[in-house]
């Protein structure tokens, strides 16, 4: 298999797992779990950016890496809006505060609006896949 059609494969999976966590963040939302569901928006979030790093042949082995990367490679350009980039950054830092800190707790009504804005941001990314 050449490396084109691995790196397209490979990007295919990514959009596959961000799309699977949307519904999962779904699924943890209704279930009311709304710690989990904010992990499972941002990992969808995480995963399309992550595709389309790597459509750009860009690899990062952390977080802050992707989300540096995203923000000089896709937000500054113009290529996704800046709103997205602020998206992305609130919910990596909602994600940290549910996943590190003892006793944080989410509203559902702002869960329910990060997934909205989750959905939207994962299809805005996949507009950039070519």
Not at 9 to 26: F, G, M, P, Q, T
């Amino acid at each position: 298999m050449n490396e084109k059609k691995t790196l397209k494969e490979v990007i295919r999976y990514w959009i596959e797992k961000a799309e699977d966590s949307l519904d999962s963040a779904n699924d943890e939302l209704k279930a009311g779990r709304l710690s989990f569901s904010v992990n499972r928006i941002y990992y969808a979030c995480f995963y399309a950016v992550s595709a389309v790093l790597l459509q750009e042949r860009l690899r990062f082995k952390k977080h802050s890496g992707v989300r540096a990367a995203f923000h000089k490679h896709i937000v500054k350009p113009g290529l996704i809006s800046r709103e997205h980039g602020q998206f992305y950054d609130e919910i990596f830092e909602a994600r940290q505060r549910g996943d590190y800190i003892e006793l944080v707790h989410f509203e559902k009504g702002q869960v329910e609006k990060w997934l909205k804005q989750a959905s939207e941001f994962v299809n805005g990314v996949k507009l950039l896949i070519k």
